[in-house]
């Protein structure tokens, strides 16, 4: 792992223990276990560092639920396996990226120049995703992706509080899918 990426990992743990408030080159270096001004090297002023951690949450979270080669089968079935695999691991073993991201939507909430970076960021992974919903047999899939994404974040943020024994979240999302009304190819 490169020293940029080290140092962005430490940084989403930093974000998920204290907000954004917490986030300081300082605590990155002590996270990180790298000398002192190995963060303020690499990203120069606190905005290049939430900026980076915005982009390491983004990238993270495609990678919770697709895996390293983004392989997905355009089917109800396929995308419902995607979205449970995604809430398993939003869950636990990458709850501090959920729980940081969440923090950056919040403070993209009060800060227009951070609301704008963190929705060019995701609109990457939303043109990705949209077609994938299209190709799974989606008349409307803008929509039917809006829907399934925000329910997702929103079972993922309920979970987080109030989990469910046995949540089966694929079998949620093929739920939701089956009432969408999908016309698989």
């Keep these: ?9 430490a ?3 930093v974000v998920a223990d204290q907000g954004v408030t917490g986030l300081t080159h300082d605590a990155v270096d002590s996270a990180a276990r790298v000398s002192a001004g190995s963060t303020l090297a690499t990203f120069p002023s606190r905005r290049a560092l939430v900026e980076g951690v ?3 949450c983004i990238e993270r ?10 392989e ?3 089917s109800p079935d396929g995308i419902a396996s995607m979205f449970g695999h995604f809430v398993g691991r939003a ?4 709850r501090a990226v959920t729980l940081a991201r969440y923090v ?3 403070e993209a909430a009060r800060t227009p120049s951070l609301r704008a970076f963190y929705a060019v960021g995701a609109d990457t992974v939303d043109t990705w995703a949209v077609d994938l919903v299209r190709r799974a047999g989606s008349h409307q899939p803008e929509r039917d992706f809006g829907i399934m994404a925000n329910y997702v974040t929103g079972l993922v943020f309920h979970e987080l509080a109030l989990p ?13 899918i089956a009432a969408l009304r999908w016309t698989p190819p």
């Design 54 to 56: 915005t982009e390491r």
């Design 1 to 9: 792992m490169d020293l940029r990426t080290r140092l962005l990992d």
């Design 11 to 13: 940084a989403v743990e």
């Design 61 to 70: 979270e495609l990678e919770m639920a697709v895996g390293p080669r983004r």
């Design 91 to 94: 869950l636990g073993e990458d």
């Design 164 to 176: 469910t024994p046995g949540l089966d979240a694929a079998g949620r999302v093929r739920a939701l």
């Design 72 to 74: 997905v089968a355009p």
């Design 104 to 106: 950056l939507h919040a």
